[in-house]
């Protein structure tokens, strides 16, 4: 005789199945997925070779920004709902939390590759090479002068650096939704900040808010839309430069040119062996209760990581993924074999 805790655990499984089949045979007999605008040109590709081959519809992929995504993704399990969330960056604790607090309490994690954080502007303007402490300088909110913080002084790169071009600062950035910011935080704006002797001093939560924060002066200007939307606005202001993804790089080289950082150039190969200094992993979350309900979505999932989509030579890396060492991607198949088959 089933146990009280098995036989609650059984009835919220049925349930979940019965609202699952019954939406999958209705308006849902697609794959939906929503997240990161760095994953979602990997993510529409792949949907469109799946569509191509004829036996499921193309899914529908969103770009709503990593964050966003998740907040979508973890809403509940049901057909209403995504069946997968890309991210530019690992899921949080807090997003965790909040797919158990609505039911989702399988969620697979997919690496697919990785990617670099450039910063560039337009191609006819030259390049130059940044730190990322300078980065930081030039973006933050406050930063420490003469041992005490002040609002950001600086109007010029030269004004952080003499050996900077004398470039007036204007800086295009992911805003807070979307995975980018997040992983330019944690890359680039945290050890920075931390590694000064002013923000050692402070205390943990002071620390950590202080570091994070951009400018608010006009010089950085939140990005919302298409990064497309970008391109305009840097032939609109030469000296202007954006936080873009390596991936955007590699398909735009004739319209933007990237600043080395740390003296080190972003390529396939810097970003690949980690020598590039603002380097991530990319990540689909899979939601495991839909895996055999929604028409497509393991197929989807497989074709991801397959060989010809995120291999060495596969059709993702020619949209500008960084791809896994071989072994490393042998591993995330076998995970994905091992998921579907669930």
Request: hydrophobic share 40%; glycine share 8%; with cysteine.
């Given at each position: 005789?089933?146990?009280?805790?098995?036989?609650?655990?059984?009835?919220?499984?049925?349930?979940?199945?019965?609202?699952?089949?019954?939406?999958?045979?209705?308006?849902?007999?697609?794959?939906?997925?929503?997240?990161?605008?760095?994953?979602?040109?990997?993510?529409t590709?792949?949907?469109?070779?799946?569509?191509?081959?004829?036996?499921?519809?193309?899914?529908?992929?969103?770009?709503?920004?990593?964050?966003?995504?998740?907040k979508?993704?973890?809403?509940?399990?049901?057909?209403?709902?995504?069946?997968i969330?890309?991210?530019?960056?690992?899921?949080?604790?807090?997003?965790?939390?909040?797919?158990?607090?609505?039911?989702?309490?399988?969620?697979?994690?997919v690496?697919?590759?990785?990617?670099g954080?450039?910063?560039?502007?337009?191609?006819?303007?030259?390049?130059?090479?940044?730190t990322?402490?300078?980065?930081?300088?030039?973006?933050?909110?406050?930063?420490?002068?003469?041992?005490?913080?002040?609002?950001?002084?600086?109007?010029?790169?030269?004004?952080?650096?003499?050996?900077?071009?004398?470039?007036?600062?204007?800086?295009?950035?992911?805003a807070?939704?979307?995975?980018?910011?997040?992983?330019?935080?944690?890359l680039?704006?945290?050890?920075?900040?931390?590694?000064?002797?002013?923000a050692?001093?402070?205390?943990?939560?002071?620390?950590?808010?202080?570091?994070?924060?951009?400018?608010?002066?006009?010089?950085?200007?939140?990005v919302?839309?298409?990064?497309?939307?970008?391109?305009?606005?840097?032939?609109?202001?030469?000296?202007?430069?954006?936080?873009?993804?390596?991936?955007?790089?590699?398909q735009n080289?004739?319209?933007?040119?990237?600043?080395?950082?740390?003296?080190?150039?972003?390529?396939?190969e810097?970003?690949?062996?980690?020598?590039?200094?603002?380097?991530?992993?990319?990540?689909?979350?899979?939601?495991?209760?839909?895996?055999?309900?929604?028409p497509?979505?393991?197929?989807?999932?497989?074709?991801?990581?397959s060989?010809?989509?995120?291999?060495q030579?596969?059709?993702?890396?020619?949209?500008?993924?960084?791809?896994?060492?071989?072994?490393?991607?042998?591993?995330q198949?076998?995970?994905?074999?091992?998921?579907?088959?669930?």
């Amino acid at each position: 005789m089933p146990t009280p805790r098995l036989s609650s655990t059984l009835a919220v499984a049925t349930a979940v199945l019965a609202a699952l089949a019954a939406g999958a045979a209705g308006a849902r007999d697609n794959v939906q997925v929503t997240g990161s605008s760095t994953v979602y040109p990997f993510a529409t590709t792949v949907a469109e070779a799946l569509g191509k081959g004829g036996k499921f519809k193309t899914p529908v992929v969103e770009s709503t920004g990593t964050g966003g995504g998740f907040k979508l993704f973890c809403s509940g399990v049901s057909a209403e709902t995504p069946d997968i969330n890309d991210a530019s960056r690992a899921i949080s604790d807090s997003e965790r939390e909040l797919c158990k607090k609505n039911g989702v309490t399988d969620i697979a994690e997919v690496k697919i590759g990785y990617d670099g954080i450039i910063l560039a502007g337009d191609a006819k303007q030259p390049g130059f090479n940044v730190t990322r402490e300078q980065i930081w300088r030039a973006v933050a909110k406050t930063v420490p002068v003469g041992g005490k913080w002040v609002a950001n002084p600086y109007k010029n790169w030269s004004d952080i650096d003499p050996k900077l071009p004398k470039r007036a600062l204007a800086i295009f950035g992911p805003a807070p939704n979307h995975g980018t910011r997040d992983a330019f935080r944690e890359l680039v704006m945290d050890p920075a900040c931390e590694k000064t002797p002013e923000a050692a001093a402070l205390p943990a939560d002071d620390r950590k808010k202080t570091c994070g924060q951009v400018r608010e002066d006009g010089v950085w200007t939140d990005v919302s839309e298409d990064y497309a939307l970008v391109m305009g606005k840097l032939k609109g202001n030469p000296t202007a430069v954006a936080v873009f993804t390596y991936s955007y790089l590699e398909q735009n080289r004739d319209k933007i040119r990237a600043a080395t950082v740390d003296g080190v150039a972003a390529s396939l190969e810097t970003i690949a062996d980690a020598k590039y200094p603002i380097s991530r992993p990319l990540f689909i979350y899979v939601k495991q209760a839909h895996i055999g309900l929604i028409p497509g979505l393991a197929e989807f999932v497989t074709e991801f990581v397959s060989d010809k989509a995120a291999g060495q030579d596969g059709y993702l890396v020619d949209k500008g993924l960084i791809p896994m060492p071989k072994k490393e991607l042998e591993a995330q198949r076998a995970a994905v074999r091992a998921l579907v088959k669930k």
